[in-house]
């Protein structure tokens, strides 16, 4: 019973450098989202995705890109990475009705240098 | 605007001492409350939620949480903390659409 799953889960990149972050969930869900989690600024959400071919922008999109072309994948794209970026991501999603608690994957930590 | 409020950034329990975390939220419809507990660098893990009906509601690991609307608040408590509740611990609000807002996280640290 995986649950949520997050790849990697630590990662140094250099500015300028891309990376994805992978997510990948097997409960079935249509919602997902990305959020990263800093000191003291509790949960913001970066990107969600309401089901496949769906995605749409959070609370802190840019630098960020998102896709979902399964129900179970939602990578999230850093397509150049800066030293504001550093921060701990995690993946999350939610069952077919909005009072559905969310799942969380484990957190992927990045540090930008 | 919608939002939740936690307004300790820290808090200090003397193990076996009792412990209520305050959530104060602002939401215009209907909301649907979530706390949530994150240890040292593992993901969040869901404590309690509250939809509807009676307003006290019961968790995992010993916690209950407490809705009054009147008070916009959720609060969350343990009779008798144990050290290993010393973690982060968040509330959430959500409604009608999926987007759940967070509140900023109390870190709950016991003393021995």
């Known amino acids: 019973n995986a649950g949520v799953t997050q790849t990697p889960k630590f990662q140094v990149l250099k500015t300028g450098q891309s990376m994805t972050l992978q997510c990948a969930q097997d409960?079935?869900?249509?919602?997902m989202s990305w959020y990263r989690q800093d000191p003291g600024m509790g949960l913001r959400l970066i990107h969600y995705s309401v089901g496949a071919g769906i995605t749409d922008q959070g609370e802190v999109p840019n630098g960020y890109n998102v896709s979902r072309s399964t129900t179970e994948d939602f990578p999230l794209r850093l397509l150049s990475a800066a030293p504001s970026q550093t921060s701990v991501y995690f993946c999350a999603s939610r069952g077919p009705t909005v009072n559905t608690e969310a799942f969380f994957g484990q957190g992927t930590r990045l540090t930008v240098v | 605007a919608q939002s939740v409020t936690q307004p300790d950034i820290h808090i200090t329990v003397s193990e076996g001492a009792s412990l209520e975390l305050r959530c104060n939220y602002s939401y215009g419809a209907t909301p649907y409350l979530f706390w949530y507990v994150q240890s040292p660098g593992q993901g969040l893990q869901l404590l309690l939620k509250?939809?509807?009906?009676d307003t006290l509601v019961q968790g995992i690991k010993g916690f209950e949480a407490e809705f009054k609307r009147s008070q916009s608040s959720f609060n969350l408590r343990k009779p008798s903390v144990h050290w290993s509740d010393a973690a982060e611990y968040f509330c959430a609000v959500g409604g009608s659409n999926y987007q759940l807002i967070w509140g900023a996280g109390t870190k709950l640290i016991i003393k021995p």
């Open positions: 509250y939809f509807s009906g």
């Open positions: 409960m079935n869900h249509e919602y």
